[in-house]
């Protein structure tokens, strides 16, 4: 179904500083998690991903934390830079349902103060 | 990684018409998809492009509104039939493998508006 029409949260971060964006997700059964990052005018790019049986993953600048229990999902960007600027959105999917579609999250609009 | 190329990027269109969106993938991929956004919204997916057969859509979007192709593993259409302003939004293609834990690669999106 439709998200429901609402504006995006925002985080307002100085340059240089880490950025935490936080995901919750709802179906239990969602065994892999990517987060994708949007500019404006562009497609979601993809940024990182972790497997449910991981509960981190780290890549270059970022580093992506699962907490199954809660079903809760982070990002975490470190040095902030103003190319950071962007929607990002998390997204899950689950194979069991045999269709390996994602559902996303409705994102977190990042600002990056210079 | 694949590379999607849509078009067209952008469209302003009269009510009632149809525009049809063209999705073209640089390697042969198994799984595509059609997703909406509306302004300052998360992705909604319409439907999976299933290569040979019907495509397969989601609760609220139908066959009749929005028909969807897929000749072959690399390319994909959607029509936007019988526009009306509400359907002003982001169309988006998108492509994955088979592999469970592969991430899905996105065209630059369509923006369309209906006048």
């Known amino acids: 179904g439709e998200s429901v029409g609402l504006h995006l949260p925002t985080l307002s971060v100085q340059e240089g500083d880490n950025s935490i964006i936080n995901c919750a997700y709802s179906?239990?059964?969602?065994?892999?998690f990517i987060w994708y990052k949007q500019e404006s005018g562009k497609g979601p790019q993809f940024i990182i991903d972790i497997r449910s049986n991981m509960d981190k993953r780290q890549g270059q600048r970022v580093t992506v934390l699962l907490n199954k229990t809660v079903k809760h999902l982070s990002l975490q960007i470190a040095a902030t830079q103003p190319g950071d600027s962007a929607v990002y959105f998390c997204?899950?999917?689950?194979?069991?349902?045999?269709?390996?579609?994602?559902?996303f999250g409705k994102g977190t609009k990042l600002s990056v103060i210079p | 990684s694949a590379v999607i190329s849509q078009k067209p990027s952008r469209d302003i269109c009269q009510r009632g018409t149809s525009l049809t969106i063209q999705c073209q993938v640089d390697?042969?991929?198994?799984?595509m998809f059609w997703y909406r956004q509306q302004p300052g919204q998360s992705l909604t997916l319409i439907a999976t492009a299933n290569q040979g057969s019907e495509a397969t859509y989601e609760s609220g979007f139908v066959i009749d509104k929005f028909p969807i192709s897929r000749p072959n593993l690399t390319f994909s259409t959607l029509t936007v039939s019988n526009m009306s302003p509400e359907d002003s939004s982001i169309y988006l293609c998108s492509a994955r493998g088979t592999g469970q834990f592969t991430e899905a690669f996105f065209g630059q999106g369509t923006r369309l508006t209906v006048v």
């Open positions: 997204a899950e999917s689950s194979v069991w349902a045999g269709s390996y579609q994602l559902t």
């Open positions: 390697s042969q991929v198994t799984m």
């Open positions: 179906n239990s059964a969602s065994d892999y």
